[in-house]
């Protein structure tokens, strides 16, 4: 989606750079070896996927808890909790997408964009 694609994210990334807690998240070699084995466009998928099953509905019975915060589980994890893609309180802190609705398919393509770009950011001087 161009309208998407040409959003800038560096604001974004700077106002999470300033969070104490946002960046303090990195992937360790675990992580980046899961990528590496996969690819890239198997992460994106599951990235896609993941945002669908556990962020977009409307209702969300366990919202807060759906993110695991362990390495070596699935990386993309590790980057919801980095960009604030990890719950629907931290998407409406984060993003202003208010809980209660559920997610646009534009709004799940931002943020599949928004943990991929973190996810590339993190592995760029290693692959």
Same mark, same amino acid.
């Given at each position: 989606m161009k309208e998407v694609e040409a959003i800038d994210l560096k604001p974004l990334f700077e106002r999470l750079a300033k969070s104490k807690f946002r960046s303090s998240f990195y992937? &360790?070699? %675990?992580? %980046? #070896?899961?990528?590496r084995q996969h690819g890239w466009t198997k992460i994106e998928q599951g990235v896609g996927e993941t945002i669908a099953r556990r $962020?977009?509905?409307?209702d969300i019975p366990n919202d807060g808890r759906q993110t695991p915060m362990r390495?070596?589980?699935f990386p993309p994890f590790i980057a919801q909790h980095a960009t604030g893609c990890c719950c629907r309180g931290c998407l409406a802190k984060w993003y202003g997408i208010p809980k209660g609705r559920q997610l +646009?398919? %534009? #709004?799940q393509i931002l $943020? +599949?964009?928004?943990v991929m770009t973190w996810l590339h950011r993190q592995c760029d &001087?290693?692959?």
């Open positions: 992937l &360790n070699a %675990k992580d %980046k #070896e899961y990528i $962020l977009a509905p409307a390495h070596g589980v +646009t398919v %534009k #709004e $943020l +599949t964009r928004v &001087n290693d692959f």
